[in-house]
Structures are given as structure tokens and as C-alpha cells.
């Protein structure tokens, strides 16, 4: 059974920090992983989609990678900043016909000005 | 292009009652999924449509639950009677067919939150 972890539940940085968020799943055998941003209230919204056979994949100030051996995903944000304050979840793929997610719990990140 | 947009936004409910969730999926999007979040729990996938028909219900946490997509464009999910421990955040989430999907990622509405009390 897949199983998705991230770490730490909760972050405060202060602004201008560079900083890692972590993911680690238990089964290798996954389509793809995607990170997601949820702010209070809203919806997911999409940061960054990374298949199975890629390794890493940018977007502006954010880098994830992707280590399908060891079952470990990285979300990299240069020089946060207090916009960036979100819910950060992580999901991977398990099935390229359904498209079913198998979602972390997220990491809470707080960028202090 | 109009995002995935979900009704009601809050539910507040007593237990016992039905409450029908509706999301209506980006245009052109056969797939349609629906996720559960409850407090202090990870999002859970509940069902997938692939256009009208379910493709995958293994998430549906009991008969309880009906999901429907007539004619392959907005579904609803029905809860009927509910229960205290329905309470949470459902979200829709929708995405295109084939090598677009697994390429492009999902696209998910703002989710209903509903409260049973």
C-alpha cells in the first residue's frame, strides 16, 4: 500500500530563506509525483508535475526533485517570501489509467517579513 | 479558460439530512475525480469518472455516498443520510484524457466544506 510522508508538518522561515520541503513515498512503482500549494480556503493549485522518468523539474524560484529509487521528492524555494506562506502537499501517481493521487499531509510553511 | 468550480462553497447540515455537492469540470475534461479531506487527515481520493462512467469508486467510504455524472459534464456527490464523521473539505478535480493527464497534471475546484452537526 502506498504510503506518502512529508516532513516537517509545519515551517517558519524568515523572509529571504532558502528552504527544502520533503517527501518520501513507500512504493517506487508510481507514474508521477506533484507538488501542490493550498492556500486557507482555496483550492490546490499545481506548482510543479514531475514523471516518473525525470528527475527534476523548475519553475520560477521552485525546483523539485524526484529520486524514484529512494522514494524521496523535494520541493527547493529560492529566496521565499511572505507570499509564499501556503500549505505545501505532495502526491504521487500510482496508476497511469485512473489518475489516482495519494496525498501527504502537507507542510505548513510561514514566511515571516 | 473557467477553472473547476465547485457548489456550494460551506454546508452546514444535521445529521441525518442529505446535502448534494456539485462540481463542474474544466470544458473538455472526461476526467473527473472526487477527493475527501477531514480534519487533521490527508486528502483522499474517493472516485474517478472517465466521462459518464466510473472508473475507479474504491475510495467511496460507504453506501452512503452516490456520485453521478449524467451526460459526462458536472458531477454530484450525494450524501445521504449524513453523519458526523462526513464532516470535511470535499474537492472536485478534473484533467484530459490520455498522455495530457499524466503529462499536464490536474486542476482542482476550492472544494465544499461541509460540516455535520
Known amino acids: 500500500k502506498q504510503e506518502v510522508t512529508q516532513i516537517p508538518a509545519a515551517l517558519s522561515v524568515p523572509e529571504g530563506e532558502n528552504l527544502v520541503l520533503n517527501c518520501s513515498f513507500t512504493d517506487s512503482a508510481i507514474y508521477n509525483l506533484q507538488w501542490f500549494r493550498q492556500d486557507p480556503g482555496k483550492g490546490l493549485t499545481s506548482l510543479l508535475l514531475i514523471q516518473s522518468s525525470q528527475r527534476e523539474q523548475t519553475s520560477g524560484r521552485l525546483n523539485a526533485s524526484l529520486d524514484k529509487s529512494s522514494g524521496r521528492s523535494t520541493l527547493y524555494i529560492a529566496a521565499s517570501q511572505p507570499g509564499d506562506s501556503a500549505t505545501y502537499l505532495c502526491a504521487v501517481s500510482i496508476s497511469g489509467n485512473t489518475g489516482k493521487l495519494i496525498f501527504g499531509q502537507g507542510t505548513t510553511l510561514q514566511v515571516k517579513p | 479558460e473557467a477553472g473547476v468550480t465547485q457548489f456550494p462553497s460551506h454546508s452546514v447540515i444535521e445529521k441525518g439530512q442529505t446535502v448534494t455537492l456539485r462540481c463542474d469540470p474544466i470544458?473538455?475534461?472526461?476526467?473527473l475525480y472526487w477527493y475527501r479531506r477531514v480534519m487533521g487527515k490527508e486528502i483522499k481520493f474517493l472516485l474517478h469518472?472517465?466521462?459518464?462512467?466510473?472508473?475507479?469508486e474504491s475510495g467511496m467510504p460507504n453506501n452512503r455516498f452516490l456520485a453521478e455524472r449524467t451526460g459526462g459534464t458536472y458531477s454530484t456527490l450525494k450524501v445521504q443520510p449524513a453523519e458526523l464523521e462526513d464532516s470535511g473539505v470535499y474537492f472536485c478535480?478534473?484533467?484530459?484524457?490520455?498522455?495530457?493527464?499524466?503529462?499536464?497534471?490536474?486542476?482542482f475546484g476550492s472544494g465544499t466544506r461541509l460540516t455535520v452537526v
Open positions: 478535480a478534473s484533467s484530459p484524457l490520455g498522455g495530457r493527464s499524466l503529462r499536464d497534471g490536474y486542476t
Open positions: 470544458s473538455g475534461h472526461d476526467n
Open positions: 469518472f472517465v466521462k459518464e462512467s466510473k472508473q475507479d
